[in-house]
């Protein structure tokens, strides 16, 4: 079965702090995809990165970047030298075909000035 | 702005009456997704369409919910006879199929609320 898991509900840090938003899936696919979403308060979701489970290799984004691990199904996305407006709710998901999409209950992220 | 849009934004109703939503998605995108948000939770898949055709249909859209997508541009999703759990955030989302893949774009959602 098709699952997400996002342990951390909430995190506060300080701004310029590095902070690591994990994700663990679970899919007994071998192709798969997997996403990263950031929801702000004004609530629309906003697509950060997609990987493709056959390419293992780490991204990085300016102050972001992605550490794919397939022996441990882990996801996690972590932030350097986080700023306040990196304030938001991150969603991780998984899908095993073209469309829908499985979401994690995501990671409510407070950076304090 | 040529990015998903909905309406309305927000919509409050009382329990038992019907509301209709409405997805425009980006132009060129051939499928379109409905997905329900509930309060501190994930988006939860509803529906998708590729141009027309509703292709597939989640086991949490009851038989009130219906979704249509009539000349495979805009889409509309009807709750009929409204109920105080159906009270979430209603996201559509759009995607150009290319290749293997491809990106969900979301549009802003409609927040529903019943009293």
């Known amino acids: 079965a098709q699952k997400v898991t996002q342990a951390q509900t909430e995190i506060s840090v300080v701004e310029k702090e590095d902070v690591t938003l994990d994700c663990v899936y679970e899919t007994r696919d071998t192709t798969y995809y997997l996403f990263w979403y950031k929801q702000p308060p004004s609530g629309e979701l906003v697509f950060l990165i997609r990987r493709n489970s056959f390419d293992e290799q780490n991204e990085i984004s300016g102050r972001y970047s992605w550490n794919f691990q397939k022996s441990t199904s882990s996801f996690n996305f972590t932030i350097t030298a986080s700023q306040v407006v990196d304030s938001a709710v991150y969603f991780c998901a998984l899908s095993e075909s073209s469309y829908k999409l499985i979401f994690g209950s995501g990671t409510r992220l407070l950076v304090r000035p | 702005d040529t990015g998903v849009s909905q309406n309305p934004r927000h919509k409050i109703t009382k329990r038992g009456q019907n509301v209709t939503f409405r997805c425009d998605p980006i132009s060129e995108h051939n499928r379109l997704y409905w997905y329900r948000q509930t309060l501190g939770q994930g988006p939860e898949f509803l529906t998708y369409f590729q141009n027309e055709a509703q292709l597939e249909k989640s086991r949490l859209l009851s038989d009130r919910f219906s979704a249509e997508r009539p000349k495979g541009s805009f889409s509309t999703l009807e709750i009929q006879r409204t109920e105080q759990g159906d009270s979430a955030m209603y996201l559509c989302?759009?995607?150009?199929?290319?290749?293997?893949?491809?990106?969900?774009?979301f549009g802003p959602g409609t927040r529903l609320t019943v009293l």
């Open positions: 989302a759009s995607s150009l199929v290319r290749g293997i893949y491809n990106e969900q774009f």
